[in-house]
């Protein structure tokens, strides 16, 4: 059964302080997106990936944010520095190029920011 | 700005009656809509979604109804199950890029 695996599953970290979240998409898979759930915003998509390019990540903090795919099996979000208003549930999906079928979601990752 | 919109935070329903979820969106472009489920601490998963171009699409117990004119879609769930309780997230693309709205809650009662 094919999957989106997410590491860490859960994350604390003291404000300041570097957060990487990692994502391996599902083989064969083209298309990355990296979303953020929190309770006021709902879904928001931060940023995604075609081919392991960026197409767009105007919904990311550019500032602290940074998005990656350095290879086919491998995504990556980080923060640097963290702050309390990142917390939140970072969930990577993938897909192929059409959006009609559908992406698969990982189970994501819980950042607490203290 | 929200392009698409779910206004109802939570909605009950009892078992065996129909579910319906709705759905407002903003940009007449979007090509694709598309409806997920979510469990608590698992990722959304992708539920049923139709063209711009259709008006309707069933599969099983689920169908989704869009209404072009009022940028308006609904998701119908006949007849509810208990394992349907769950955050329901509509989502719309435009050229494959996925915006979700904040979801609606469907708690399905005994």
């Known amino acids: 059964d094919a999957r989106v695996t997410q590491t860490p599953r859960h994350k604390v970290t003291e404000m300041g302080q570097e957060v990487t979240m990692r994502c391996q998409p599902i083989l064969g898979h083209n298309t990355v997106f990296w979303y953020r759930q929190t309770m006021m915003q709902g879904l928001e998509l931060l940023a995604y990936?075609?081919?392991?390019?960026?197409?767009?990540d105007s919904g990311m903090p550019k500032d602290r944010f940074s998005a990656e795919m350095p290879d086919a099996t491998l995504a990556t979000l980080k923060i640097q520095p963290s702050e309390p208003r990142d917390s939140a549930v970072y969930f990577c999906a993938s897909g192929g190029d059409r959006a009609n079928y559908g992406y698969t979601f990982g189970s994501g990752t819980r950042l607490t920011v203290v | 700005d929200q392009q698409v919109k779910q206004n109802s935070p939570s909605l009950s329903v009892q078992e065996g009656r129909i579910s319906i979820l709705n759905c407002d969106y903003t940009?007449?472009?979007?090509?694709?809509f598309l409806w997920y489920k979510k469990y608590p601490a698992e990722g959304p998963t992708f539920l049923i979604s139709?063209?711009?171009?259709?008006d309707k699409n069933e599969d099983g117990r689920f169908t989704v109804f869009l209404n072009k004119s009022a940028k308006h879609l609904s998701l119908h769930i006949v007849p509810s199950q208990p394992g349907d309780s769950a955050v329901y997230f509509c989502?719309?693309?435009?050229?494959?890029?996925?915006?979700f709205g904040k979801g609606t809650r469907l708690h399905i009662l005994p």
């Open positions: 990936f075609r081919n392991r390019a960026p197409l767009d």
């Open positions: 139709i063209s711009s171009i259709k």
């Open positions: 989502a719309a693309s435009l050229q494959d890029k996925i915006i």
């Open positions: 940009n007449s472009m979007f090509d694709y």
